[in-house]
């Protein structure tokens, strides 16, 4: 009887490392496409909100470091950046370009949703103030906030998966 709790015990420790290294490697990927669409939103954007736009892309540049060796304490190789990615909708002026920078924080926040359930306490720490700070400059760049960042589904209503809306990127 020990030997099969402890099995279910190991299996269940190796469930849970497993989810957050692929909450961790999606969380990644996010900062991945953050890390582009910033360098989309700094293109166009207007001189006024030029130096916000760089702090969120050193902000997004910090994080994904940060992901990738907390991928690699996981024991896993941490993905790689796509040499582009497809935006969610043209960017041609800085009206866009400031639409664009509140939906990479909204998509993002969603995964850091994602990994705060997947994670051990101290990584729900750090994705829980990952989050925050991207509900907080979704909120900058929209002039208005959501009811619950990082769950669309909840501000929106659905049913679907809060990592879902982010699955664009």
Request: net charge positive; glycine share 12%; proline share 4%.
């Amino acid at each position: 009887m020990l030997t099969s709790r402890a099995a279910r015990s190991e299996a269940t420790a190796d469930g849970a490392h497993g989810a957050e290294l692929k909450a961790l490697q999606a969380a990644l990927a996010a900062e991945h496409a953050a890390v582009y669409g910033y360098g989309v939103v700094g293109g166009r954007i207007g001189a006024d909100r030029r130096k916000e736009a760089r702090e969120g892309y050193d902000a997004h540049r910090a994080r994904r470091d940060e992901l990738r060796r907390g991928v690699r304490d996981l024991g896993g190789t941490p993905q790689a950046a796509a040499a582009a990615y497809e935006l969610p909708f043209p960017v041609p002026d800085a009206a866009a370009a400031v639409r664009l920078a509140a939906e990479l924080e909204d998509r993002v926040a969603a995964v850091y949703a994602d990994l705060v359930r997947a994670g051990g306490a101290a990584r729900r720490r750090d994705a829980a103030g990952a989050l925050r700070e991207a509900a907080v400059r979704a909120v900058r760049w929209r002039g208005s906030g959501v009811a619950f960042p990082g769950l669309p589904e909840r501000a929106r209503g659905t049913g679907a998966p809060s990592g879902a809306a982010a699955a664009g990127h």
